[in-house]
T-cell receptor, first 110, second 116 residues
Framework: GQQLNQSPQSMFIQEGEDVSMNCTSS?????WLWYKQEPGEGPVLLIA?????ELTSNGRLTAQFGITRKDSFLNISASIPSDVGIYFC??????????FGKGTRLHILP | DADVTQTPRNRITKTGKRIMLECSQT?????MYWYRQDPGLGLQLIYY???????NKGEISDGYSVSRQAQAKFSLSLESAIPNQTALYFC???????????????FGPGTRLTVL
């Protein structure tokens, strides 16, 4: 079945640094989604991508849908303490079930 | 008020007990999902329902059952709880795929279940 590889598994960065994480798929998706989960909460949608090559921003967050349709990345610029959490990528093909990556846990050092 | 609510938020139970986790939504979505989250394993799909008369198994349905009582309600049951079912459980809803794309899921706050 389809698998998503999300990396890195965890990150420790200094406040103010930029962050980059990515997901690769064993097969093609036509939708990529990025979610953030904060402690004690459910995942919340950050960015949705529906077209190969699409680059979308949401504040300090930028995500891109890879040209091959098998990958996506999420960048966070100038990280702040409230960026701490687990970031999940997710993909699907034409309305089929969404497949989630295993998450990237972001830690920010003071 | 939250669009997707889960009850209880925390539950401690003993091995062999029957447990029901409930999910309600006010978003008017047809699709509802139950996920399990273990540390380092991301979200694993247990069951999903695309409408009231539709129930489908996910990746890890063994040991679980569900009931879609109404469009707004989807409950998850553990018939005989075991310790390795200790996890965080999330309910999610969606309104189906937008044209040319996937549907976007909205998650509840989660239920932390501990089986002793």
């Amino acid at each position: 079945g389809q698998q998503l590889n999300q990396s890195p598994q965890s990150m420790f960065i200094q406040e103010g640094e930029d962050v980059s994480m990515n997901c690769t798929s064993s097969s093609i998706f036509n939708t990529w989604l990025w979610y953030k989960q904060e402690p004690g909460e459910g995942p919340v949608l950050l960015i949705a991508l529906y077209k190969a090559g699409e680059l979308t921003s949401n504040g300090r967050l930028t995500a891109q849908f890879g040209i091959t349709r098998k990958d996506s990345f999420l960048n966070i610029s100038a990280s702040i303490p409230s960026d701490v959490g687990i970031y999940f990528c997710a993909g699907s093909w034409w309305g089929d079930k969404i497949i989630f990556g295993k998450g990237t846990r972001l830690h920010i050092l003071p | 008020d939250a669009d997707v609510t889960q009850t209880p938020r925390n539950r401690i139970t003993k091995t062999g007990k029957r447990i029901m986790l409930e999910c309600s939504q006010t978003k008017g979505h047809d699709r509802m999902y139950w996920y399990r989250q273990d540390p380092g394993l991301g979200l694993q799909l247990i069951y999903y329902s695309f409408d009231v008369k539709d129930i489908n198994k996910g990746e890890i349905s063994d040991g679980y059952s569900v009931s879609r009582q109404a469009q707004a309600k989807f409950s998850l049951s553990l018939e005989s709880a075991i310790p390795n079912q200790t996890a965080l459980y999330f309910c999610a809803t969606s309104d189906g795929p937008r044209t040319g794309g996937a549907d976007t899921q909205y998650f509840g706050p989660g239920t932390r279940l501990t089986v002793l």
